[in-house]
């Protein structure tokens, strides 16, 4: 029998005005990216490419555009609705009918630019089982790291999702069951949280040190790395104490108000332990729900955390309420809006995010042998992270979607103005609150 020809390889080259390698202050002028099936072959000048490719090569032109990595969401729940009760919605939801809303909202991200994220509670295996069907090519969306259920006491914060376990027995178990289902990373709730009602408040620690340790102990082992929700200051000292590898909200709260722990922050940095502060576009309406005291440290920790060299991470808690899946862009303008440049906020929700994820090699960046996870968007996003709204192009492990493009103001969801507003004032006056802020 005899073999038909070698499959030859589908060549694509972009080209935009700008390409956006990575690093913040890279900047490829009339640049270009070569694509060979599922990998980036090559980026530069648009004449080295170009001529790299050859006459062969499918051509996709952007004369005034720009091609960055595609975005990284590290914080997502795609069970939740977004709605005003997403517990109420899920506890009413079949599984067959939350995994069809699960792959919509999947479609969501994908089309706001966003090519992965990460998955932080689920019920049912259910993330995982969209991760394979979109890997496969069966579902269309991002790369889905999945945590599965989180790891709670009995009663305690996001119980539902499955994962209670008190005791090192239990918790090995929790931990090893999430594995054999192919748990992509593994979530413990150190502190509560304010969706479970009746569980702890946001403040209050769920497990001490030792607990949190066997949990990164059992995840390390199987290489899988460890998430620790952790609002209260005592509850991140003690994922921090513990050694997990990210934390996330690091709200930094206590009984009557909000911690500054400079030693705290120094230690997060020193042992490489990012911060996902998991803030949505909803940033705005904070000082209108919470007051100007509370939104001013409740956003300037973020800044705050920057400035003592303490890894971020880019998400944005999409499905609790609020936080939608089609807007991670509103959540990036809070970090210009806080003083960060659009290169530096670019760089956090491709480079640093994709890193802190494990994926650095994978994704993240435009680079030879890397997937060809890819954003290009009409104008020069840094000028303003705005104009990541304005997409041409999305690519997922070099496969082309063609999204509508988000407009800067949607009339059908007023709930979420993405103008500066009376309600985000009150966050520009926060890094020095913050800092020099003792508990009250």
Wanted: proline content about 6%.
């Amino acid at each position: 029998m005899s073999r038909g020809a070698p499959r030859t390889a589908r060549r694509t080259v972009l080209t935009a005005a700008r390409v956006l390698p990575g690093p913040a202050g890279e900047v490829i002028h009339d640049g270009a990216v070569l694509v060979e099936d599922t990998v980036i072959r090559a980026v530069g000048p648009r004449s080295e490419v170009d001529a790299l490719a050859g006459p062969d090569a499918e051509r996709s032109g952007h004369p005034d555009g720009t091609i960055l990595p595609g975005l990284v969401d590290g914080h997502v729940h795609l069970a939740f609705d977004a709605g005003p009760d997403p517990v109420a919605t899920l506890a009413a939801t079949g599984d067959d009918e939350l995994y069809r809303a699960m792959a919509g909202r999947a479609a969501q991200l994908l089309a706001s630019g966003v090519t992965t994220v990460r998955d932080l509670g689920d019920r049912g295996g259910l993330a995982g089982r969209l991760r394979d069907a979109v890997a496969a090519g069966r579902a269309v969306g991002p790369r889905i790291l999945s945590a599965g259920a989180p790891l709670t006491p009995p009663g305690g914060h996001c119980w539902f999702f499955g994962g209670e376990a008190q005791g090192g027995a239990q918790i090995r178990d929790v931990v090893r069951r999430n594995l054999r289902l192919g748990a992509d990373l593994i979530k413990v709730m150190a502190t509560g949280g304010h969706l479970t009602a009746g569980g702890a408040s946001m403040w209050e620690s769920q497990y001490d040190v030792p607990d949190l340790a066997l949990v990164v102990e059992e995840a390390h082992r199987a290489g899988r790395r460890v998430a620790a929700h952790a609002h209260g200051t005592d509850g991140v000292r003690a994922a921090v104490a513990a050694g997990v590898d990210t934390v996330e909200h690091c709200t930094l709260a206590n009984a009557d108000g909000f911690d500054a722990p400079d030693e705290l922050a120094r230690e997060l940095a020193r042992k490489g332990i990012a911060v996902c502060t998991a803030i949505s576009a909803d940033w705005r309406n904070y000082a209108a729900k919470y007051g100007d005291r509370i939104t001013g440290r409740l956003l300037g920790r973020i800044g705050w955390l920057e400035e003592r060299g303490v890894r971020l991470v880019a998400g944005t808690d999409a499905g609790i309420p609020g936080a939608p899946f089609d807007d991670f862009v509103g959540s990036l303008e809070l970090f210009e809006h806080l003083g960060f440049t659009p290169s530096r906020t670019i760089e956090l929700a491709t480079v640093d995010t994709a890193a802190a994820l494990g994926l650095a090699e994978r994704t993240g960046r435009i680079a030879p042998g890397l997937d060809a996870d890819l954003l290009v968007v009409a104008g020069d996003p840094t000028r303003s992270v705005a104009a990541l709204r304005d997409i041409e192009l999305v690519v997922t492990r070099g496969t082309p979607h063609r999204p509508r493009s988000v407009p800067p103001q949607d009339a059908a969801d007023q709930s979420r103005p993405r103008a500066r507003n009376s309600s985000a004032v009150a966050a520009v006056e926060v890094r020095s609150a913050v800092v020099s802020s003792t508990s009250r």
